[in-house]
């Protein structure tokens, strides 16, 4: 597993998700790694694409889990539209901080994520509620993780040679909504897998479809 530079078990600062794919071929040569599969996260994709993009002969498949998608289409986050859990407050709560102003320093960040979380998932359960505190988010990171990356990268990444690739969404994901996934793995070539009642987080809700998607396209 790569952490990426900025996280606590890295440390330093990242160069940006599309610089900081270099990370990830300096460790597949580390391992000695000809070409790899490679599985990314949200926020994770991007770097995963940015490899994509300018090592595609190094990757061999990627898996991308619900990926941040809106970035790469013209699809219109629809993230406020999913239903199942709209008349929940705590969604109602979460929605108007992420369409709000964003935060300007660490405390707002924080408060802000505690709001956020509930939109992460299907359900807010004492299951859920526990996942969503592991873990940190800050501020500094996260602005770092988004600077020098090029005007181009989205076409860059369009433009790359296509790599087989497999898209797992979840159909009450709120934070990266259901047409941006659509339209990211069509715009990829990509298989499409949407878990049912699933949020952002499909090892958490739905641990046996997610096994099922991912170990299965992997071990194809």
Same mark, same amino acid.
């Not at 994901?173 to 996934?181: K, T």
């Not at 499909?202 to 997610?210: G, H, I």
């Given at each position: 597993m790569?952490?990426?530079?900025?996280?606590?078990?890295? /440390? /330093?600062?990242?160069?940006?998700?599309?610089?900081?794919?270099?990370?990830?071929? +300096?460790? $597949?040569?580390?391992? /000695?790694?000809?070409?790899?599969?490679? %599985?990314?996260?949200?926020a994770g994709t991007r770097l995963v694409l940015a490899a994509s993009a300018r090592f595609p002969d190094r990757l061999r498949r990627l898996a991308l889990i619900t990926p941040? $998608?809106?970035?790469l289409t013209d699809a219109a986050w629809d993230g406020d539209a999913i239903g199942g859990r709209r008349g929940d407050?705590?969604?109602?709560? $979460?929605?108007?901080?992420?369409?709000?102003?964003?935060p300007v320093d660490q405390r707002q960040w924080d408060a802000a994520r505690a709001v956020e979380a509930p939109a992460g998932y299907a359900h807010w359960t004492a299951r859920e509620r526990s996942h969503?505190? %592991? /873990?940190?988010?800050?501020?500094?990171?996260v602005e770092a993780w988004f600077t020098g990356i090029p005007d181009d990268a989205a076409a860059r990444v369009l433009a790359a040679p296509r790599i087989p690739t497999l898209v797992i969404g979840g159909d009450?994901?709120?934070?990266?909504? %259901? +047409?941006?996934?659509?339209?990211?793995?069509?715009?990829?070539?990509?298989e499409l897998r949407t878990i049912p009642d699933c949020g952002h987080y499909?090892?958490?809700?739905?641990?046996? +479809?997610?096994r099922a998607a991912l170990g299965g396209w992997l071990a194809a």
């Open positions: 790569l952490h990426p530079r900025g996280t606590p078990t890295s /440390g /330093g600062r990242s160069n940006g998700w599309w610089a900081d794919a270099d990370d990830l071929i +300096a460790l $597949a040569d580390h391992l /000695g790694l000809d070409r790899f599969d490679v %599985v990314g996260h949200s941040a $998608a809106a970035w407050p705590a969604v109602i709560a $979460a929605l108007e901080s992420l369409t709000g102003a964003q969503s505190i %592991v /873990g940190g988010w800050e501020l500094a990171a009450a994901d709120i934070l990266s909504g %259901v +047409a941006p996934v659509a339209a990211y793995a069509e715009a990829l070539g990509a499909p090892w958490v809700e739905q641990p046996e +479809a997610f």
